[in-house]
Nanobody, 121 residues
Framework: QEKLVESGGGQVQAGESLDLTCDFS????????AGWYRQPPGSQRELVAT???????NYADSVKDRFTISRDNAKNTVYLQMKSLKPEDTAVYYC???????????????WGQGTQVTVSS
């Protein structure tokens, strides 16, 4: 059974860094794209970073130059390195496997439980 487990969240001060990990089990995501979403308190879920099967990445403007998405196909794992964190980055972070249709990313996997990131000023 497919399962996604996000980890690495925590509470940090503004300007600090965190590294998130997403482990896919039950199915391989080789050949699929992957993405990280986040849901701030009281807000809708938003896509922050994607990586296609060949390693091409895209980022939301709000995290560009601060976040880096990467993948290790041998480990069925996707990472999100977050630097220079801001209070507005506070959210629950989720990962998915997915596909691209043109420039648009569509998740097609289950959602994990997410990992909480809290950034204080």
């Amino acid at each position: 059974q497919e399962k996604l487990v996000e980890s690495g969240g925590g509470q940090v001060q503004a300007g600090e860094s965190l590294d998130l990990t997403c482990d896919f089990s039950g199915s391989s995501f080789i050949g699929n794209a992957a993405g990280w979403y986040r849901q701030p308190p009281g807000s809708q879920r938003e896509l922050v970073a994607t990586i296609n099967a060949l390693g091409r990445t895209n980022y939301a403007d709000s995290v560009k130059d601060r976040f880096t998405i990467s993948r290790d196909n041998a480990k069925n794992t996707v990472y999100l390195q977050m630097k220079s964190l801001k209070p507005e980055d506070t959210a629950v972070y989720y990962c998915t496997a997915g596909t691209f249709s043109g420039a648009n990313y569509y998740p097609n996997s289950r959602w994990g439980q997410g990992t909480q990131v809290t950034v204080s000023s």
